[in-house]
């Protein structure tokens, strides 16, 4: 039996007896002990058993429920399989373009078995018209229950983590067993869990690596009290996420920067300074895309009326190749942003600190990013040029990564696919440099970097400029590489705002947005596209996504260029 799954078990049969979790919020709370949960857990492996899986099969999920969702992917572990969540269609879904990418999906990674829960379990005659085979999970829960947990080995496969890119051509991370364990190990002391006192609330969804890692498998693996949502029932009302840390005393949540963001503003507008008590939560994860400083200071600068601690902002850094986790900001010190002068940032890849008081700080001389703390234990990091060079302290290059929690590679539509070299280094692809004895700060994505007249310009710094004009929604604003390569090489940038179907207002708008940029970044946009709310490609963690939205609206950037 893997580490991972006798640490499960255990807890189930010891202080899972007493601690659990919390869904059906905020309509129909029903609280599950974890070791209720595992007993759930057992009719489903005994299910899968039944039905002939066998050990090392992938099983694929379709559910949103959470209360469905923990039993299942634990009882899949119990009955040696790996789980893959499955993308779910939304109301704009072609359903049978759907079906036809989940069937590519199955193919890659070798199933023909989808676990089908509420509320997908209506896609059931969608499935079987496709030839797609499926189970109910609540036809799962009325089985025998398995006697066992099936053996597996720290190298067996736990998790297919899908990538959030074209779901036509789809990839997955394999994770195993060592490197789920190991790092989840690795968070709980980093962050120094209390598996009595400690209460998480979530509504990050479980197809992403942070809602299914970090806000279901570690408190389920190791007992932690745990209140999880639904994505939609925070966006149908966000304040839903303040209430139920309050209600709930949480301790730890965690969030994207536009969650924040809207979170902060709502807040700000609240006139009861006792409507919340935040003054349990400890830990404020902001990991999944570089950390928006302002959308941040929104935030604690709003909770700090209802007792919530400005410490509690919590940097991460984090990835699904190393499982979940990267790294963390040192316990209770919040955020810190490095502040570095521009010009070497852009021209020679250094990033040379801006002291403290300075007249340049807050000009457009300087950039700012987070400090996002050392590799968890278990991984280090290194800093390269484009040549493997490992760099010195405060020198800009591709980020490596080494160690256990780093999986062995991918799953491909032609096949597995190595993540790491000879040496056992992954190559994040995330630029950045290392500070204060190790640190890491990340700039942004070398694939994404818009290289004018040989200055290397990161996208943050435009989209951040193009934010802050008013109009412009908060956090949807992305900057998208034009002739990438060549010597004709620019950037538009396409926004979103309230003020989009009015062509005066428009106009208007893209002027200001052009002017802000050029003095930010000393460079005019090609072009500015305003589009209604809701237009922009995004990641199911919210993250923008430039390469799609570069193609999605060429045909606009060219019109108004």
Wanted: glycine share 10%; with cysteine; hydrophobic share 45%.
């Amino acid at each position: 039996m893997s580490r991972f799954v006798e640490t499960m078990v255990a807890t189930a049969n010891a202080g899972g007896r007493q601690r659990g979790m919390v869904t059906g919020e905020p309509r129909e709370p029903v609280r599950r002990t974890w070791s209720e949960v595992h007993e759930r857990a057992r009719r489903v492996a005994g299910g899968l058993v039944a039905a002939g899986l066998e050990p090392g099969s992938a099983v694929a999920v379709l559910a949103a429920a959470p209360d469905l969702i923990a039993p299942t992917v634990q009882g899949t572990w119990l009955a040696g399989g790996s789980v893959t969540m499955l993308h779910q269609p939304t109301l704009r879904t072609d359903l049978g373009q759907w079906a036809g990418d989940t069937l590519t999906v199955l193919d890659m990674i070798g199933s023909r078995l989808v676990l089908l829960g509420e509320p997908f379990d209506q896609l059931a005659p969608v499935l079987t018209e496709h030839g797609i085979d499926y189970r109910t999970i609540d036809d799962l829960l009325g089985a025998e229950p398995l006697g066992e947990a099936v053996p597996v080995s720290e190298e067996a496969l736990a998790l297919l983590q899908l990538t959030s890119g074209s779901t036509a051509d789809p990839k997955a991370v394999r994770i195993t067993h060592g490197n789920l364990y190991s790092n989840i190990k690795a968070m709980v002391d980093r962050a120094e869990l209390d598996f009595e006192r400690d209460v998480m609330v979530s509504w990050l969804p479980t197809f992403h690596d942070m809602g299914m890692v970090g806000f279901l498998t570690l408190p389920m693996t190791f007992g932690v009290e745990l209140v999880k949502i639904t994505p939609v029932e925070f966006l149908s009302g966000p304040l839903v996420w303040p209430e139920l840390i309050s209600r709930y005393q949480g301790t730890v949540t965690a969030a994207p920067n536009f969650a924040y963001a809207i979170v902060g503003r709502r807040l700000a507008r609240i006139e009861d300074d006792g409507a919340y008590d935040l003054s349990t939560l400890r830990i404020a994860l902001n990991g999944a895309e570089p950390i928006d400083a302002t959308a941040v200071r929104t935030f604690s600068d709003a909770g700090a009326r209802f007792k919530m601690p400005a410490e509690c902002v919590f940097p991460a850094y984090g990835l699904a190749e190393a499982t979940l986790a990267v790294s963390f900001a040192p316990l209770f010190t919040g955020l810190t942003v490095d502040v570095i002068e521009a010009r070497p940032l852009e021209g020679d890849n250094r990033a040379v600190p801006v002291p403290e008081g300075d007249p340049r700080r807050g000009t457009d001389a300087v950039r700012g990013f987070a400090v996002l703390g050392k590799p968890l234990d278990g991984l280090e990091a290194q800093i390269v040029d484009e040549h493997g060079t490992v760099l010195g302290e405060r020198q800009v290059g591709e980020i490596r990564l080494r160690g256990e929690a780093v999986s062995p590679g991918y799953l491909t539509m032609n096949g597995p696919a190595a993540t790491q070299d000879a040496g056992g280094w992954f190559a994040t692809g995330d630029l950045g440099y290392l500070v204060d004895g190790g640190q890491i700060v990340i700039c942004g994505r070398s694939k994404d970097v818009i290289i004018l007249g040989g200055r290397n310009v990161y996208p943050t710094d435009i989209e951040r400029a193009a934010t802050a004009v008013a109009g412009v929604r908060a956090g949807n604003a992305v900057a998208v590489r034009i002739d990438a390569g060549t010597r004709r090489e620019r950037f538009a940038v396409v926004l979103e705002s309230k003020l989009a179907g009015d062509a005066e207002e428009e106009r208007r708008l893209a002027k200001e947005v052009a002017a802000r940029v050029r003095d930010a970044v000393d460079a005019r946009p090609y072009a500015v596209v305003v589009l209604p709310a809701g237009s922009l490609p995004k990641t199911p963690s919210g993250k923008v996504k430039r390469a799609a939205t570069a193609v999605q609206f060429r045909e606009q950037i060219d019109a108004g260029a």
